[in-house]
């Protein structure tokens, strides 16, 4: 079973620049989740998708980051602009319930490495 | 979010059982215990949960207090492969805040 799958793997830009990150889930996943993980802390929930709703986007710096997905798939996390203190992993996991099981498995992908320069 | 408390770091050898601790006082009964470890330069990767009972997989068993106020996390037999940071989550809450919460976790450095 392939799992998920993310890109580009770093990227480094210059502050104010944009950027996004691009997310492929477990074939059948409903829920998707993206989160931020900052050296030397454990990852921060960003956006949680069921299908192509949003649940919960409560810890989304929504002045600068915005996540889509479409076609309840794909997933693309956009930063605009970027600030020094975004620099951090951006991991993306997916699941296969409707995000609200609690004994539910998350699977994570290897995470985009930013750094804002 | 109901909180956990894991050491900073433990240190074990190769081949000897690991035993990682997780305290959790404030957990609810219906809170899943759940353990992730996350290898160096990679996403989180799941290990195993739990609700009472204690638990075996091929990767760890997870041993639960009677009072649900702890747990831990024990490798068999430990290799290289399992140096890590390990979390222990506590997963639960009303229909649509079942959020997987992160702490610090605990780095766990095996010697050769």
């Known amino acids: 079973e392939a799992g998920v799958a993310q890109s580009p793997r770093y990227k480094i830009i210059e502050k104010r620049q944009s950027v996004a990150f691009w997310c492929n889930p477990i074939s059948g996943h409903a829920t998707l989740y993206w989160y931020q993980q900052i050296l030397g802390q454990g990852p921060k929930l960003l956006i949680q998708f069921q299908n192509n709703g949003v649940v919960d986007d409560s810890q989304l710096p929504k002045d600068r980051f915005s996540a889509e997905r479409l076609k309840g798939v794909d997933s693309t996390l956009k930063i605009q602009p970027a600030k020094l203190e975004d620099s951090a992993v951006y991991l993306c996991a997916s699941s296969s319930s409707a995000g609200f099981a609690t004994n539910e498995k998350l699977f994570f992908g290897s995470g985009t490495q930013l750094s804002v320069l | 979010d109901a909180k956990t408390t894991q050491p900073n770091s433990m240190e074990s050898n190769e081949e000897e059982p690991v035993h990682l601790p997780c305290n959790h006082s404030t957990i609810s009964g219906t809170d899943y215990i759940h353990w992730y470890r996350q290898l160096p330069s990679q996403g989180p990767e799941y290990v195993i949960h739990?609700?009472?009972s204690n638990v075996n997989n091929r990767m760890a068993s997870l041993a639960i207090a009677e009072d649900r106020k702890s747990s831990t996390l024990i490798l068999h037999r430990a290799t290289l492969r399992d140096a890590a940071v390990y979390y222990c989550i506590l997963r639960g809450g009303i229909q649509g805040a079942q959020k997987l919460v992160f702490g610090q976790g605990t780095r766990l450095t095996i010697n050769p």
């Open positions: 739990g609700l009472t």
